[in-house]
């Protein structure tokens, strides 16, 4: 396997382990929304980033969905068939960084965790068909 495709399976790997870790917490019924959140924001993120590898595109240090789509957009990737507008997918970012932590104004609601869920499962789908 070449270096790019040996990288580009990493982070498909490791966006995986965080769908994976945003379902059992989702399924666990214990109220674990933000965490759910947060692994599903980061599946997205490694996902994007995987693309854009997978392109030969280094990509940059942030956890902005809206930036890396856009960048994914530009190299080449057609989002048209994703039933999540920009806008929503965006809105996983959110959920990065401020839900980490206790002075955290989100508090997602579980109706949220299970949309950021779906969103993650619907880009995995679409991303892996891509690469």
Not at 4 to 28: F, T
Request: hydrophobic content about 45%; charged content about 30%; glycine content about 4%.
């Amino acid at each position: 396997m070449k270096g790019i495709d040996r990288l580009v399976k990493e982070w498909l790997d490791k966006s995986q382990e965080d769908l994976e870790a945003a379902l059992i917490l989702l399924n666990s019924g214990k109220g674990l929304e933000d965490i759910v959140c947060f692994h599903a924001q980061q599946a997205v993120e490694k996902l994007l980033k995987a693309f854009l590898i997978s392109k030969g595109i280094s990509p940059p240090k942030t956890h902005d969905i809206d930036l890396l789509y856009e960048l994914c957009v530009e190299a080449g990737c057609d989002f048209s068939d994703l039933e999540y507008t920009r806008r929503e997918i965006a809105t996983l970012s959110l959920y990065a960084v401020e839900v980490r932590y206790p002075d955290g104004v989100i508090k997602p609601s579980p109706e949220k965790a299970l949309r950021a869920v779906k969103m993650a499962m619907a880009l995995k789908e679409l991303v892996r068909k891509q690469i």
